[in-house]
């Protein structure tokens, strides 16, 4: 019930293209959910997040889509460009967690020139 | 402002050694975080500071790891002994308090990779 399944593993997309990342999860008492951006050799960075009152947040290019009743969420990249080549990671945390983050298993984009 | 520092960036030892690394977090923030990054894996917890108190460490293997923010800033992480298992990075993150939510971002430093061999 703690988990958070991140799909798919690894995507490619052309320059110019939606690079779309989706996650679920389980436990309903989840009440924020960041997506972190990590580049080789470094930490994960936060890139955006939303809480679960609304079911779109949009920060340039950077899009997520929340969908309550289906326990289920996604990061939409527009225009995608290589420096945006990285592994992107969902992750959840509630107020019964303190601040603890479940992680997704990660997704690793290419982003082609 | 600073961001999160640790140290040793890189660490490579025997199985059945012990070694220990070091996380300062950003000034001001009361929170400190130690996650463990397995290759291809998402961050796992293992512990959490509220200034020098332990909030959560269920996920910590106490029989072999043990981690201390004695001042309520910097933190140290030790393995002993260690075990092949043990392979990842080793992250620390910070956050002003101990909440969730976009008032409490938490923030990473690079991490420490070790190697066991």
């Known amino acids: 019930q703690q988990q958070v399944k991140q799909s798919p593993q690894s995507l490619i997309v052309q320059k110019g293209g939606i690079s779309i990342i989706n996650c679920a999860y389980e436990n309903t008492a989840f009440d924020y959910f960041p997506w972190y951006q990590q580049f080789p050799g470094k930490g994960p960075a936060l890139l955006i997040a939303i809480r679960p009152d609304v079911s779109e947040k949009k920060e340039g290019r950077f899009t997520i889509s929340f969908n309550k009743s289906a326990k289920q969420f996604s990061l939409h990249i527009m225009d995608s460009q290589p420096g945006d080549s990285a592994t992107y990671f969902c992750?959840?945390?509630?107020?019964?967690?303190?601040?603890?983050?479940?992680f997704g298993q990660g997704t690793t984009l290419q982003v082609k020139p | 402002e600073a961001g999160v520092a640790q140290s040793p960036r890189y660490k490579i030892i025997e199985k059945r050694q012990s070694v220990a690394f070091w996380c300062n977090p950003i000034s001001g923030h009361a929170t400190l975080y130690w996650y463990q990054q397995i290759l291809g894996q998402g961050p796992k917890l293992l512990i959490q500071f509220q200034n020098n108190g332990v909030v959560d460490d269920s996920q910590l293997p106490k029989d072999r790891f043990s981690a201390e923010r004695l001042k309520g800033v910097d933190s140290t992480l030790k393995i002993q002994p260690a075990k092949l298992e043990d392979s990842a990075v080793y992250l620390c993150?910070?956050?002003?308090?101990?909440?969730?939510?976009?008032?409490?971002?938490?923030?990473f430093g690079d991490g420490t990779r070790l190697s066991i061999l």
């Open positions: 993150a910070s956050s002003l308090g101990p909440g969730t939510g976009p008032n409490q971002p938490q923030h």
């Open positions: 992750a959840a945390s509630g107020w019964s967690n303190t601040g603890k983050l479940i």
